[in-house]
């Protein structure tokens, strides 16, 4: 999933420790899939900071992988869950953090969800009340990276996609030394010197993008077969 950081800069490398708590969901290097509210936001980020602004592009690889190594939450709507998840995140008061996901997904309290949220928090109006106002809020979405773990799940667009190819050559390594008889070292030297690895490693063909099946089977076209062993 192809998902953007709105900022006052680019993005080069996304550091945990430079994030504030506080926010929806913690503290965490925040990202969405709508691009237009990423804009929007590095448009305010930069009348703040002087600069014209920067929305920074990721891709996201939520997978089973993904799903195996991170612990993820995520709410698909705005409901009672999500508001003391929010409420819990962004209490000043407490030092310690009120959740230990690596990945939190889910809508965004921006400045409209926020103005209604200090009524609910002022107790000017009920739970129930906060949640019928959001009902026909339109679509919003965020992405949190809270941990070091969760970074290991997202690329910049524009640097090598260094995740995606290692999960790529896995599989590929151990079908050839299953289909051919090879061991590991050979396997690995195979695969790397060849001209479909040298295209899977540049990020203009996007062949990073495709299944690591229909990788293979130009690995295995390029290699005619011949492989000795």
């Not at 950081?5 to 680019?10: E, L, Q, R």
């Not at 195979?190 to 993008?209: P, Q, R, V």
Request: glycine share 4%; proline share 2%; charged share 30%.
């Amino acid at each position: 999933m192809k998902v953007y950081h709105g900022s006052y800069m680019k993005v080069v490398n996304i550091d945990l420790s430079n994030c504030k708590p506080n926010k929806d969901f913690g503290k965490g290097f925040y990202v969405t899939k709508i691009r237009n509210h990423a804009e929007e936001w590095a448009k305010i980020m930069g009348e703040k900071y002087g600069t014209d602004g920067f929305v920074s592009e990721f891709e996201f690889a939520e997978n089973d992988f993904t799903k195996s190594i991170c612990k993820i939450k995520r709410f698909d709507a705005y409901d009672g869950e999500w508001l003391d998840f929010v409420v819990g995140n962004r209490d000043k008061n407490s030092e310690i953090p009120a959740h230990d996901y690596d990945i939190v997904i889910g809508p965004v309290a921006n400045d409209k969800v926020q103005n209604t949220l200090r009524l609910y928090l002022k107790g000017k109006i009920s739970k129930d009340k906060f949640l019928k106002m959001l009902t026909h809020h339109e679509e919003t979405h965020q992405i949190c990276f809270c941990t070091l773990n969760s970074l290991q799940t997202v690329d910049r667009i524009d640097d090598m996609p260094t995740y995606d190819i290692v999960m790529i050559s896995a599989p590929i390594i151990e079908k050839l030394i299953v289909d051919f008889n090879l061991d590991e070292e050979k396997a690995t030297d195979l695969f790397y010197d060849s001209d479909t690895f040298n295209k899977l490693s540049d990020i203009e063909t996007k062949l990073f993008e495709k299944d690591w099946m229909e990788i293979y089977k130009l690995l295995f076209d390029e290699l005619k077969l011949d492989i000795r062993v």
